[in-house]
T-cell receptor, first 112, second 114 residues
Framework: LAKTTQPISMDSYEGQEVNITCSHNNIATNDYITWYQQFPSQGPRFIIQGYKTKVTNEVASLFIPADRKSSTLSLPRVSLSDTAVYYCLVGDASGGSYIPTFGRGTSLIVHP | DAGITQSPRHKVTETGTPVTLRCHQTENHRYMYWYRQDPGHGLRLIHYSYGVKDTDKGEVSDGYSVSRSKTEDFLLTLESATSSQTSVYFC?????????????FGPGTRLTVT
């Protein structure tokens, strides 16, 4: 199973772009990269997923280089409400023995 | 929002007492999971279920048991609660374990063992 490494915490200010990078050096061919967001006192929720290159939705963008050994979640012009924990998961798209593993995530604090 | 409820939402209990937490879903998803969340440890998987009466252990299963007699309900039992089991417990569901299927989480249960 691919292991992920991401920073424990990050700080930013309102209006700035925030980039959170996740390392997954042993990612497998069938693996997809998924990011979840967790607000205080709530369960995590899915925000974005990708396999390669770039994916964008109304919440974030996900950049995946050609070697897929890392990925970067980009949050444009953050606001105070983006303060949350962000989790990077890497898992087999075919299922198999994959069970989602969340780890500690990255705690993002957005300051006024 | 996915139809997932957890009960109770808050509970305070004494060391040594049995505790059962309930997760109920209305989505008819096959997979259900119990996680605990503690400061400095993130989300850790306790047990999961891949169908009625089919369950398996996660990374922190000691001291916990689960049961799933119906598709919609997944129960987590602490046979004899300890202070180390004070935590926030989250239930999640998914249609598949395949990574392309997202997990949906319940609102959580805050358990305090005194």
């Amino acid at each position: 199973l691919a292991k992920t490494t991401q920073p424990i915490s990050m700080d930013s200010y309102e209006g700035q772009e925030v980039n959170i990078t996740c390392s997954h050096n042993n990612i497998a061919t069938n693996d997809y990269i998924t990011w979840y967001q967790q607000f205080p006192s709530q369960g995590p929720r899915f925000i974005i997923q990708g396999y390669k290159t770039k994916v964008t939705n109304e919440v974030a963008s996900l950049f995946i280089p050609a070697d897929r050994k890392s990925s970067t979640l980009s949050l444009p012009r953050v606001s105070l409400s983006d303060t949350a924990v962000y989790y990077c998961l890497v898992g087999d798209a075919s299922g198999g023995s994959y069970i989602p593993t969340f780890g500690r995530g990255t705690s993002l604090i957005v300051h006024p | 929002d996915a139809g997932i409820t957890q009960s109770p939402r808050h509970k305070v209990t004494e060391t040594g007492t049995p505790v059962t937490l309930r997760c109920h879903q209305t989505e008819n998803h096959r997979y259900m999971y119990w996680y605990r969340q503690d400061p400095g440890h993130g989300l850790r998987l306790i047990h999961y279920s891949y169908g009625v009466k089919d369950t398996d252990k996660g990374e922190v299963s000691d001291g916990y048991s689960v049961s799933r007699s119906k598709t919609e309900d997944f129960l987590l039992t602490l046979e004899s609660a300890t202070s180390s089991q004070t935590s926030v417990y989250f239930c999640a569901i998914s249609e598949s374990t395949a990574a392309t299927y997202e997990q949906y989480f319940g609102p959580g249960t805050r358990l305090t063992v005194t």
